[in-house]
T-cell receptor
């Protein structure tokens, strides 16, 4: 039973290019969360999606960032026209259902984005 | 807005020593989770505490939840190099989103 799979593990982009980060949740999980982490800091919530729906995108910048979780295939976090400040580790987590006490999120290994 | 403060930010000790790290909130937790994150990996859940005064043990790790549910501590007995990592606390808010502390970076020297 594979865990949460993220790819690529490392992504290097030049300023102005687009970055696409992929996340395949654990089997049976229909809820996906994206987080961003800067060095020596905790995780910052970006967006919460269910299949074909964005539930909460309050943590995601309104410009250049978008996320989707289609009916088929992985969840995608897309960053257009990347800037150096976008350099960070981006983590995806999945769960079978939200809001249950003791809810456990399963995290992927992250994508380290470096913008040159 | 709930704020989680973790202390210390950084701790480096010798193998075999004991240590305690803390997580404090500006308001009452509904429940609190502790995670360990190793370099280049995502966080892994260690424990969830829910009830004020609760104590949970996980081998050499002891987790306490304050009576008022505004603070929590993680105590490690006889630390080992494998305990090295970033220890994060997180609380789930009313929208089912996790709010994270900045973490305590722990290094155990052999």
């Amino acid at each position: 039973n594979a865990g949460v799979m993220q790819n690529p593990r490392h992504l290097v982009r030049r300023r102005g290019q687009e970055a696409r980060l992929r996340c395949s949740p654990m089997k049976g999980h229909s809820h996906v969360y994206w987080y961003r982490q800067l060095p020596e800091e905790g995780l910052k919530f970006m967006v919460y999606l269910q299949k074909e729906n964005i539930i909460d995108e309050s943590g995601m910048p309104k410009e250049r960032f978008s996320a989707e979780f289609p009916k088929e295939g992985p969840s995608i976090l897309r960053i257009q026209q990347v800037v150096r400040g976008d350099s960070a580790a981006y983590f995806c987590a999945s769960s079978p259902a939200p809001g249950v006490t003791n809810e456990k999120l399963f995290f992927g290994s992250g994508t380290q984005l470096s913008v040159l | 807005t709930q704020l989680l403060e973790q202390s210390p930010q950084f701790l480096s000790i010798q193998e075999g020593e004991n240590l305690t790290v803390y997580c404090n909130s500006s308001s009452v937790f509904s429940s609190l989770q502790w995670y360990r994150q190793e370099p280049g990996e995502g966080p892994v859940l260690l424990v969830t505490v829910v009830t004020g005064g609760e104590v949970k043990k996980l081998k050499r790790l002891t987790f306490q939840f304050g009576d008022a549910r505004k603070d929590s501590s993680l105590h490690i007995t006889a630390a080992q190099p494998g305990d090295t990592g970033l220890y994060l606390c997180a609380e789930m808010d009313s929208n089912y989103q996790l709010i994270w502390g900045a973490g305590t970076k722990l290094i155990i020297k052999p």
